[in-house]
């Protein structure tokens, strides 16, 4: 039985109010709580905690931006560079009107361990600029991604920092970025920025990374638990450029996607969803529960029934009020910070694994790494080596982190933070930063 059905009175995304949840936890803090934690484990003196809790460089821009009507717009935006001792910074920027700084910095923190746990040459980096851009027409969203470039350029560059998309940032951003720091430096520099269209130097496969990373991290769960991915019933929060290719593949895979969200609300279905009509109905901001009857909120859909549970989405919304209520066995985190370490702390105690974010998720950042390589040697690589070689530094990754989770008795999140750390601080030690001991 269908539980969900089209709506006759189909309204478009600007006519309904965003009603997802919110971030309920500051992330920065949520990021000093484990990366605490992560340094008593390793031993190291509290210097190094001092030193990794907040970025090395922080800028906050206020960016003019000429609107269709002529007025100006001023958009606040950010840059958080959070530790460079391995290497260039290296991170996404996103618009949305929920960005706060505390949240670019933790999502800076959190590339640099993600860097670290897959042993990337690069620190981490993240930007964002407050702004709604579904309200937004192409023109005023292409002044001010230039103006943002225009705004952060003296911080960022293929050997400084190199940007990427996150949340509602698309390739053809990252081609107008581009753009406008090659205007900026007087020369073609596509190892600037990655994520582009593939005919200005992206790389084949790069649109689909973070979901193929998620996906092969499953398939490494399911082998270490012994369940088949066959017949698994898996919720995705998120339908965007994550949770949609996610949602394909592993309908593809014969898996049954029972429930999907978007900003808007979410569709459930204990019979499992036509992915490839949601995904047909899907408009560029991932929404499609706008055009459905029966649409429940994403508080309500973390909390249904389903073998795994992928918040594919924003941040903070496994938080204690609701960890005791989910009915999953794993929760794998496609979204960054979807979960409070405190939530994580009660799924533990509940049998339910949690594939941290900085692991499942780093398939978009290893895919980027590539790209830039492609870039700097003007070489190009097929869409099947891209693939093979993702796959080989997940499956590394994967058994680091869960050989440190083995050996020192804690949770996969504590052991990629205790890898990532690592990595960060015997870099920033050798150069002299700090003292480890
Ligand atoms: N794109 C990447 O390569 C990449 C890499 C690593 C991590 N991530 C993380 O994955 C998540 C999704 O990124 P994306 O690139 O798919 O973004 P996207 O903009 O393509 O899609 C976002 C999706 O989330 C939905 N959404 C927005 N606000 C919501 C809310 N409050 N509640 C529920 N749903 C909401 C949107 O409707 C859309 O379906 C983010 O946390 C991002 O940081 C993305």
Known sequence: MRCYKLSTNVQTAEAKKTTGQHPKDNPQEEFKLILKEAVDILGYSEEVYDFLKEPMRFLEVNIPVKMDNGQTQ????????????NGPTKGGIRFHPDVTADEVKALAGWMSLKCGITGLPYGGAKGGIICEPRSMSMNELERLSRGYVRAVSQLVGPTKDIPAPDMYTNSQIMAWMLDEYDHIREFDSPGFITGKPLVLGGSEGRETATSKGVLYTLQMVSELKGMPLEGMKVIVQGFGNVGGYLAYYLHELGVKVVGISDALGAIYDPEGLNIPDLLSRRDSYGIVTAQFENVITNEALIEQECDVLIPAAVGGVITTENADRLKCKFVVEAANGPTTRDAIQMLDERGVLVVPDILANSGGVIVSYFEWCQNNQGYYWTKE???????????????????????????????????????????????GWINLN
């Open 385 to 431: 080596l891209v693939e093979e070689r993702l796959k080989e530094k997940i499956h590394a990754s994967f058994l680091n982190v869960q050989n440190t989770a083995e050996q020192f008795g804690i949770n996969m999140k504590t052991a990629a933070y205790v890898e990532g750390i690592r990595k960060i601080a015997e870099a920033s030690g050798l150069r």
């Open 74 to 85: 001023v958009f606040k935006g950010y840059r958080a560079q959070h530790n460079d001792a």
